[in-house]
C-alpha cells in the first residue's frame, strides 16, 4: 500500500523452519536498518559533487528559454500516513525544478482526496495505491460520472512496492495449526484466543478510517461470511501496531494489518516474530488474489494476502496534466525505488520525522540519483 536501484542480500534469522525468511520485501526492509548509517554518512559527498549537475541543468534551461512551470502554482496534498512524505517531496521538488511554485503537500486520507483532486482542489499527490484506491477514484461525482473521469492515476512511481495483509504470531500459529484466515474463524478456540473485547470475534487491529485498505478488510470478511467471527478495529494506525507490538511483548496474539515499505516490519518481523495470513484465492476480492512473494514467511503457499501486491502512484487531476505537459512527462517518467522509502521509514520512526527532516532526505536523494533523474528533466523541459 516504492523504488532507488538497490542492492541485494541474504539473511539468515533462527533456527527453526518457521523462523527463516526468504521474501524479497523482508529483505529491502531489514536492508534498511543496517542501512541507515551508511546512507546518511554518504549524503554530503553525493551532494557535493552531483550539485553541479543540478545546476549546471537549470542555468542552461534559464539560459535558453523561461522554465515551463514559471507562473504556474502546483497544489499538493499527501496521504496521512508519514511514510508517504518522502516521495511527495521529491515530487514537489523536481516540479520546482522545472520552474513551479508547490505548495507544501497538505496531510488528507485518501476517501478525502479522490472528490478534492476530481474538482480541482488538489492537483495532485504521490500516495495513490490503486488496488486499494480505484474504488475511491470511481466512486460517483455529485456532478455527474465519476471522479476517475477529472483526475487519473499517471505513471509507475514504485512498481509492486506495496505489500500488504494481516500478521499473525509465530505461537499462535503452532498452538491451533491453521493456515489460513479462514480456517482460522472456523476454529471457536481460535477465535476466542484473538477475541480482545469479549464481545465474541477475533479482532483484527487494521487501518484507519478513510484509508483504502480499511474497506478491502472490511469487504473480505463481507464476501466470506466472516463478519459474524471477526472485526477489525479501526483506530489510529501507529497505536493499534504499538497494541500488537505490546501484546507479542507480553506473549499475547497478534493479528495486525501492515503495509510495506514501512519500519513496522522491522519491528514484528516476518519470518522471526510473525507469520502473513494467508487466504484462499477465490476468498479474496476480485483483483486482490495476487501471489506476495514472501518465501517461508507465510502461513500458506502460495500466499496470497488478502491483497495484490500493488504499484504506488501518482494522481492528478486531468485539466493540470493537460495544461501542463511539462509536469505530465515528469510524472510519467519518476521512479523511485522502495528500498529508498525503506531507508527513510527507518529514519522517520528513528525521529527524523519532521516535514523539515524528510523534506532534506528527499533533496539529498535527489542530488544522489541526478544521472537518472536529469534525463527526467531535460524530457519534460522538451514536452513544455
Same mark, same amino acid.
Given at each position: 500500500?516504492?523504488?532507488?536501484?538497490?542492492?541485494?542480500?541474504?539473511?539468515?534469522?533462527?533456527?527453526?523452519?518457521?523462523?527463516?525468511? =526468504?521474501?524479497?520485501?523482508?529483505?529491502?526492509?531489514?536492508?534498511? *536498518?543496517?542501512?541507515?548509517?551508511?546512507?546518511?554518512?554518504?549524503?554530503?559527498?553525493?551532494?557535493?559533487?552531483?550539485?553541479?549537475?543540478?545546476?549546471?541543468?537549470?542555468?542552461?534551461?534559464?539560459?535558453?528559454?523561461?522554465?515551463?512551470?514559471?507562473?504556474?502554482?502546483?497544489?499538493?496534498?499527501? %496521504?496521512?500516513?508519514?511514510?508517504?512524505? *518522502?516521495?511527495?517531496?521529491?515530487?514537489?521538488?523536481?516540479? &520546482?525544478?522545472?520552474? /513551479?511554485?508547490?505548495?507544501? $503537500?497538505?496531510?488528507?486520507?485518501?476517501?478525502?482526496?479522490?472528490?478534492?483532486?476530481?474538482?480541482?482542489? /488538489?492537483?495532485?499527490?504521490?500516495?495513490?495505491?490503486?488496488?486499494?484506491?480505484?474504488?475511491?477514484? @470511481?466512486? @460517483?461525482? $455529485?456532478?455527474?460520472?465519476?471522479?476517475?473521469?477529472?483526475?487519473?492515476?499517471? %505513471?509507475?512511481?514504485?512498481?509492486?512496492?506495496?505489500?500488504?495483509?494481516?500478521?499473525?504470531?509465530?505461537?499462535?500459529?503452532?498452538?491451533?495449526? *491453521?493456515?489460513?484466515?479462514? @480456517?482460522?474463524?472456523?476454529?471457536?478456540?481460535?477465535?476466542?484466543? *484473538?477475541?480482545?473485547?469479549?464481545?465474541?470475534?477475533?479482532?483484527?487491529?487494521?487501518?484507519?478510517?478513510?484509508?483504502?485498505?480499511?474497506?478491502?478488510?472490511?469487504?473480505?470478511?463481507?464476501?466470506?461470511?466472516?463478519?459474524? =467471527?471477526?472485526?477489525?478495529?479501526?483506530?489510529? /494506525?501507529?497505536?493499534? #501496531?504499538? @497494541?500488537?507490538?505490546?501484546? #507479542?511483548?507480553?506473549?499475547?496474539?497478534?493479528?495486525? /494489518?501492515?503495509?510495506?515499505?514501512?519500519?513496522?516490519? %522491522?519491528?514484528?518481523?516476518?519470518?522471526?516474530?510473525?507469520?502473513?495470513?494467508?487466504? &484462499? $484465492?477465490?476468498?479474496?476480492?476480485?483483483?486482490?488474489?495476487?501471489?506476495?512473494?514472501?518465501?517461508?514467511?507465510?502461513?500458506?503457499?502460495?500466499?496470497?494476502?488478502?491483497?495484490?501486491?500493488?504499484?504506488?502512484?501518482?494522481?492528478?487531476?486531468?485539466?493540470?496534466?493537460?495544461?501542463?505537459?511539462?509536469?505530465?512527462?515528469?510524472?510519467?517518467?519518476?521512479?523511485?525505488?522502495?528500498?529508498?522509502?525503506?531507508?527513510?521509514?527507518?529514519?522517520?520512526?528513528? %525521529?527524523?520525522?519532521?516535514?523539515?527532516?524528510?523534506?532534506?532526505?528527499?533533496?539529498?536523494?535527489?542530488?544522489?540519483? =541526478?544521472?537518472?533523474?536529469?534525463?527526467?528533466?531535460?524530457?519534460?523541459?522538451?514536452?513544455?
Amino acid at each position: 500500500m516504492v523504488e532507488a536501484r538497490g542492492a541485494r542480500a541474504i539473511i539468515t534469522q533462527g533456527d527453526t523452519p518457521m523462523q527463516t525468511t =526468504r521474501g524479497r520485501l523482508l529483505i529491502v526492509v531489514l536492508m534498511a *536498518f543496517g542501512l541507515i548509517a551508511a546512507a546518511c554518512g554518504d549524503d554530503d559527498s553525493t551532494s557535493d559533487t552531483a550539485a553541479p549537475t543540478a545546476e549546471a541543468a537549470a542555468s542552461a534551461a534559464t539560459a535558453s528559454a523561461a522554465l515551463p512551470g514559471e507562473g504556474v502554482t502546483v497544489t499538493m496534498a499527501r %496521504g496521512n500516513w508519514i511514510e508517504t512524505n *518522502f516521495q511527495n517531496f521529491v515530487i514537489q521538488q523536481l516540479l &520546482e525544478e522545472l520552474g /513551479y511554485e508547490v505548495t507544501d $503537500p497538505e496531510e488528507i486520507a485518501p476517501a478525502t482526496f479522490y472528490p478534492a483532486v476530481a474538482q480541482g482542489d /488538489y492537483d495532485l499527490w504521490g500516495s495513490s495505491w490503486p488496488l486499494n484506491h480505484t474504488p475511491l477514484l @470511481e466512486g @460517483e461525482s $455529485p456532478e455527474g460520472g465519476t471522479f476517475a473521469d477529472k483526475a487519473r492515476y499517471i %505513471g509507475t512511481m514504485m512498481a509492486s512496492g506495496a505489500l500488504q495483509g494481516l500478521l499473525v504470531d509465530i505461537p499462535s500459529v503452532e498452538q491451533f495449526g *491453521f493456515t489460513t484466515l479462514g @480456517e482460522l474463524l472456523d476454529n471457536p478456540n481460535a477465535v476466542a484466543h *484473538f477475541d480482545s473485547d469479549g464481545d465474541g470475534k477475533a479482532d483484527i487491529n487494521g487501518c484507519d478510517d478513510g484509508w483504502g485498505c480499511q474497506k478491502v478488510i472490511n469487504d473480505t470478511l463481507a464476501k466470506n461470511g466472516w463478519d459474524d =467471527r471477526a472485526t477489525q478495529v479501526s483506530a489510529t /494506525y501507529s497505536a493499534l #501496531f504499538a @497494541e500488537s507490538q505490546a501484546s #507479542f511483548a507480553g506473549g499475547g496474539p497478534v493479528l495486525q /494489518y501492515v503495509w510495506t515499505p514501512t519500519a513496522f516490519v %522491522g519491528k514484528l518481523v516476518p519470518g522471526r516474530d510473525v507469520l502473513w495470513l494467508a487466504i &484462499e $484465492p477465490e476468498q479474496a476480492l476480485e483483483g486482490q488474489d495476487g501471489v506476495s512473494e514472501v518465501g517461508d514467511a507465510c502461513t500458506n503457499e502460495p500466499c496470497s494476502t488478502m491483497f495484490t501486491p500493488s504499484n504506488i502512484v501518482v494522481t492528478a487531476n486531468v485539466d493540470f496534466l493537460n495544461a501542463n505537459p511539462a509536469a505530465a512527462s515528469l510524472l510519467e517518467s519518476f521512479e523511485l525505488d522502495p528500498l529508498a522509502v525503506a531507508v527513510q521509514a527507518v529514519a522517520i520512526d528513528s %525521529g527524523a520525522n519532521s516535514d523539515e527532516q524528510i523534506a532534506g532526505a528527499a533533496a539529498d536523494w535527489i542530488a544522489a540519483n =541526478r544521472d537518472v533523474i536529469d534525463p527526467w528533466i531535460e524530457a519534460a523541459l522538451a514536452a513544455g
